[in-house]
């Protein structure tokens, strides 16, 4: 007997490329997942568009509609609640989380950020790797905490930094590897063979201490 598909909702903030590549990969066959809704903060991001495209649920939980942090969290939850999802997926949402919600969603909250964390938390990460003149940089998928880009990483995309990178060359490099490792992740996590025991990721069973990491070139695992 198969295993039904996984419910997910998408949270965004604008022009939806990692949806995007989830709707590719769901539609290719690789993605065993049931994208029930997009949500978003702001009611012109382009990747509402994206999601009626695909047929998809698409909502706005506009954050200037509320008069603070806790209230629109807890306008939103009950808006996630009611497709009830089994994996939340942020997809560029651009909203800091309060405590109580990340913990409602414990272990079914994933996050993809543009830096090799640890390192370069928050934002702007591509212009402070050059300024740090870094010669690597990438992107994480990682389970989503209460500290703002420090949950477990579970994958990472490496790009090279080319001498002659500009803030936007480097970022289309780095989006090009989001749009490969988050669907996998994703996948992995639909399968059954991604969870977080605590503060740690485990990956078939066993402890991710350092993430998969995966360049340009990298065929990806199964």
């Known amino acids: ?3 039904p598909p996984l419910p997910v909702v998408v949270l965004i903030s604008g022009n939806g490329s990692n949806l995007q590549a989830l709707i590719d990969s769901q539609r290719a066959g690789h993605l065993p997942v049931d994208l029930r809704a997009v949500i978003s903060n702001d009611p012109s991001a ?3 568009e994206r999601a009626r495209a695909a047929g998809m649920a698409a909502e706005v939980v506009d954050h200037r509609d509320f008069l603070d942090r806790a209230a629109y969290d807890t306008a939103l939850r009950e808006r996630i609640d009611a497709h ?3 994996l939340v997926v942020l997809a560029g949402f651009m909203r800091i989380l309060t405590h109580g919600m990340v913990n409602d969603f414990q272990g079914r909250m994933l996050n993809i950020h ?3 964390l640890p390192a370069f938390r928050g934002l702007h990460t591509h212009r402070r790797v050059l300024e740090a003149r870094h010669t690597v940089h990438g992107c994480s998928v990682h389970f989503v905490t209460p500290a703002l880009d420090a949950g477990p990483v579970v994958a990472q ?3 090279p930094v080319n001498p002659d990178d500009t803030e936007d060359s480097l970022a289309n490099r780095v989006l090009q590897q989001e749009h490969r490792i988050y669907p996998l992740v994703v996948r992995w996590f639909a399968q059954g063979r991604l969870e977080l025991d605590r ?3 485990l990956l ?3 402890p991710l201490y350092t993430p998969v990491r995966l360049g340009p070139n990298d ?3 199964g």
């Open 1 to 3: 007997m198969s295993t």
């Open 46 to 48: 382009y990747g509402l």
């Open 84 to 86: 009830q999802p089994r």
């Open 114 to 116: 543009p830096s090799l």
């Open 157 to 159: 995309g490496v790009v």
């Open 199 to 201: 503060e740690v990721a």
């Open 204 to 206: 078939d069973g066993a």
């Open 219 to 221: 065929p990806l695992p």
